[in-house]
């Protein structure tokens, strides 16, 4: 039967019509992976002479005592880009298949997932270098089962927390909440969760704990998905009574102002949009490994504007890439109606502004580091609202995704999303910036490095009817194929 479904999944990736696109995304993607497990491995080794030769501190205690944010920061990852099993369960449920066989080859298929895997390329070469420095290997052997345990109980705990977005965002409050009174020495929660890592090291009889709650994690999820495996329960789309917000205050943009408000209120009410918004929340956290020095590759003057873009342009490069996707169910319908694109490209440009803006606000903490750190931010705060808003909507013309918003897929999980014209205007996003800054810092100053950008940024922003006048022509140019693409039924 497990062999059937592995069939099944083979046939439908090559005889699937985005095939192509397909094949180029898996190999983009298995570059990247390639990346991150070869930083993985380097770091599982590099970290255990790097605590004791520069921190003179035993690495294993170390490692023992940030485990907590570890596993907590896997969760929140976990929930904002891992797909859930329940989009491969939907084809197979009109066929005659065994409820819990189905069940059980999607959790099959999420053991095997990218987040889990990943970690043991840190951990297994860490492992070694513990044996190699004479820890003893039934102890180390106990540490990583338990450790083990930990993660894949984080995966089905994801998929348990899949449709709870309050106590995600909870989660995500009390760790950021407990980072900084550890960074600032009022409150140091690893004093009472290391000895629990440390217990995993040295009393092996403790390893039962987190191999116990994977099991109930495991039975619980388990029983949950077959519980709700039918097309007119837990699959359905379910209807719920929703207040009516007529946001008066966006009046203000005139036309524009309609399709403002759909937007706001999609990101409200729809668990895919709203993940949009975890995703730069989290970006604004990327700066720290740029402007602490906590990564000693990131010290070049360069790559404080890269963090820059990042820190403030969450919003922008996550709900961005999708536009106008966003509005794939209902857009044919839309291009019959008298519409100009002009105005519904402007209530997406304003929404990117406004997110960049109050990220850009957010930012401000970042003031701790010194004014020269935040002038980085409203430099890319100014770029990505002059000219990465722009590029963001001109990509969105090649952009054929359908997104289905009663899916749960997240906020980068659809791979149509990338092809060659996205992929070559995405170099504007990042690599521009890098160079024009790198032409006034090295030829001038620093200043005159953010100088540069920022004027790049106000120009973009000074044409900003000229550049929407051409893009409004590459949609009008593209419109047609885009509506027959969002008619395809994968």
């Not at 059937?4 to 699937?16: E, M, P, V």
């Not at 491995?41 to 294993?60: T, Y």
């Not at 909440?177 to 409150?187: D, E, S, T, V, W």
């Amino acid at each position: 039967m497990i062999t059937h479904f592995i069939t099944l999944q083979w046939k439908s990736f090559w005889r699937s019509a985005s095939m192509s696109s397909g094949l180029f995304m898996k190999l983009f993607m298995g570059f990247w992976a390639l990346w991150f497990i070869v930083m993985m491995g380097s770091g599982g080794v590099g970290a255990f002479f790097l605590i004791e030769e520069k921190l003179n501190l035993d690495p294993l205690v170390v490692i023992n005592e940030l485990m907590v944010y570890w596993i907590v920061m896997d969760l929140i990852f976990r929930y904002a880009l891992q797909k859930m099993p329940v989009i491969n369960i939907k084809p197979l449920l009109i066929l005659p298949f065994n409820k819990r066989k189905i069940v059980s080859f999607a959790f099959g298929k999420t053991i095997f997932s990218f987040f889990n895997i990943i970690h043991a390329f840190f951990f297994i070469p860490f492992s070694v270098v513990l044996v190699q420095q004479d820890y003893p290997i039934a102890n180390v052997l106990l540490w990583n089962i338990g450790l083990i345990a930990l993660i894949y109980s984080s995966n089905f705990l994801n998929i348990i927390l899949n449709k709870k977005d309050n106590l995600i965002f909870i989660i995500g409050g009390v760790l950021a909440l407990c980072i900084g009174l550890q960074y600032f020495g009022y409150f140091d929660i690893t004093k009472y969760t290391a000895p629990f890592f440390e217990g995993l090291y040295n009393i092996p009889f403790l390893v039962l704990i987190p191999i116990s709650l994977l099991v109930f994690l495991v039975i619980i999820s388990f029983r949950s998905f077959v519980k709700d495996l039918y097309l007119d329960a837990g699959l359905a789309t379910k209807a719920k009574n929703v207040e009516t917000e007529n946001l008066e205050w966006l009046n203000r943009f005139g036309k524009t102002a309609t399709f403002l408000k759909n937007d706001i209120k999609l990101i409200k009410r729809n668990k895919r949009a709203r993940s949009t918004v975890i995703v730069s929340v989290l970006f604004l956290f990327y700066g720290l490994l740029f402007f602490t020095g906590a990564v000693e590759t990131y010290e070049g003057p360069v790559w404080r504007i890269f963090a820059a873009i990042f820190v403030t342009g969450g919003f922008l490069l996550s709900f961005g890439q999708f536009v106008p996707s966003w509005d794939s169910s209902y857009y044919p319908l839309m291009m019959s109606q008298n519409i100009r694109y002009k105005e519904y490209l402007s209530s997406k440009w304003w929404l990117m502004v406004i997110a960049t803006l109050i990220s850009t606000v957010l930012a401000s903490g970042y003031l701790y580091y010194g004014w020269d750190v935040y002038l980085a931010i409203i430099v890319g705060a100014i770029y990505n609202i002059g000219v990465n808003s722009h590029v963001v909507l001109w990509a969105g013309a090649y952009v054929k995704t359908p997104i289905d918003l009663t899916s749960n897929k997240k906020a980068f999980g659809d791979k149509q999303a990338f092809n060659a014209k996205t992929l070559l205007l995405s170099l504007p996003k990042m690599a521009l910036p890098m160079i024009l800054y790198a032409i006034g810092h090295y030829a001038y100053s620093p200043y005159a490095g953010y100088a540069v950008v920022a004027v790049a940024g106000v120009a973009g922003f000074a044409f900003k009817n000229a550049v929407f006048s051409k893009i409004e022509k590459i949609y009008r140019t593209e419109k047609y194929k885009t509506i027959w693409a969002y008619k395809q039924k994968k």
